[in-house]
């Protein structure tokens, strides 16, 4: 097995325990794919091949949980309109779904492939995807067979919306019956946006019928809740054991407590408020109660079409109050968390070695630099 060793690296953010903070003038090596080491560069093994980043900071590749990236059309006339005060519904989403059924399997493949491209070249190295743009049978299924072309962290989101031109009852016994059965060898998760707020969207029963049906057919369970307004998404979550609910904007004490005591992580999307010019969660209270909270883009082309991992960080940091230390672990192993991944977010031994590698000296840049391509992601 060829061994890699990566020297020059400025400042090594890893995640390990042993480590109480960020590694300076530190060195890695690779062998397999796996982290084989970490530590001073003085103190490095040799190895068969190296690199050398100049001074760079290396953090974790950042595990981007929640994105809808399978779609075709645009919608930034939409996004115009909110900049000019119109609320953010959820209506919109029938709009992509139209253009998708439309669209040939090439071109849905060009635009994922394009963002995957995108996103990895701002530091990502795992990264989920979501259908939710088909809402019928085959278009479902073929959403989630391209998704599989990216990653394994594919997500069911039949229940993103009632489509126009269904009765909600007859849609949700679709989702949990022939649908949930063509999607599910193609999915690792299943995702239901349960928002009583938004008329589109699913109530809490019909959440947990979806949701218990998914659980039947092997799936993991992800949650969309709480994004528009109060309502049972997050103790929903918590209680049929989601490994997470995102967006988690209006929580109650009761939220707050249910996800402290629970395994659920908050996925936390800034790029969603800042897109939808709406009030941003509160991450401090999260945090201060001692919940898990992950950082993830939700890139889509209604509520925020963007794939920076980087503008997440920044966001939180600057909106969210977040320490940048707190928001690069929220990007990176709380992200793995939201995917009960263990492999990946952080740089102990034995973890993938996934990196990205910073046009920085230090990780606070991710914060202090905001709009500046300043990561890429590196796969040994
Ligand atoms: O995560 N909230 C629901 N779904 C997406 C937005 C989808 C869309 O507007 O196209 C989200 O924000
Ligand atoms: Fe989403």
Not at 60 to 66: A, E, L, Q, T, Y
Not at 199 to 215: K, N, Q
Not at 243 to 269: E, I, Q, Y
Not at 291 to 301: F, G, I, K, Q
Request: hydrophobic share 45%; net charge negative.
């Amino acid at each position: 097995m060829t061994s890699h060793l990566v020297i020059g690296i400025g400042e090594l953010v890893t995640h390990d325990p042993r480590f109480d903070r960020p590694l300076l003038d530190a060195a890695l090596v690779a062998e397999g794919g796996r982290v084989a080491w970490v530590g001073r560069a003085a103190d490095a093994p040799a190895a068969d091949l190296c690199t050398d980043l100049a001074g760079a900071a290396v953090v974790p590749g950042f595990v981007d949980s929640h994105t809808h990236l399978v779609f075709a059309g645009d919608r930034s006339a939409e996004f115009e309109a909110r900049m000019s005060g119109a609320p953010y519904t959820g209506g919109g989403i029938a709009t992509t779904v139209a253009a998708t059924r439309e669209a040939s399997d090439d071109e849905l493949r060009s635009g994922l492939h394009r963002l995957v491209d995108e996103a990895r070249a701002q530091g990502t190295t795992t990264i989920e995807v979501k259908s939710g743009y088909g809402l019928d049978v085959p278009t479902e299924e073929r959403l989630l067979r391209l998704a599989r072309e990216v990653t394994d962290e594919t997500t069911f989101l039949g229940a993103h919306v009632v489509p126009p031109g269904i009765d909600r009852a007859d849609y949700v016994a679709l989702v949990t019956g022939p649908m949930l059965a063509a999607c599910a060898p193609h999915a690792r998760w299943a995702d239901v946006f349960c928002e009583p707020a938004s008329a589109v969207a699913f109530d809490g029963d019909e959440a947990r019928t979806v949701l218990t049906a998914a659980a039947a057919a092997g799936l993991g369970l992800r949650v969309h809740g709480n994004q528009l307004g109060h309502g049972p998404g997050v103790q929903l979550a918590v209680e049929l054991g989601a490994a997470s609910v995102d967006h988690c904007t209006f929580l109650t004490d009761a939220d707050v407590a249910a996800l402290a005591d629970g395994d659920t992580v908050a996925g936390l999307l800034p790029g969603v408020e800042f897109s939808t010019r709406s009030p941003y969660p509160d991450a401090r209270r999260l945090l201060d109660a001692g919940v898990e909270v992950a950082l993830a883009s939700d890139c889509n082309p209604g509520t925020c079409f963007s794939t920076s991992m980087p503008l997440m960080i920044a966001l939180a940091v600057r909106e969210m109050r977040m320490t940048v230390a707190e928001a690069v672990r929220a990007a990176t192993l709380g992200g793995a968390h939201a995917l009960r991944r263990d492999d990946v977010g952080h740089l102990r031994v034995g973890a993938r070695a996934h990196l990205a590698v910073l046009d920085a000296p230090s990780h606070r840049h991710l914060a202090y630099r905001p709009g500046v391509p300043i990561a890429r992601g590196l796969t040994l």
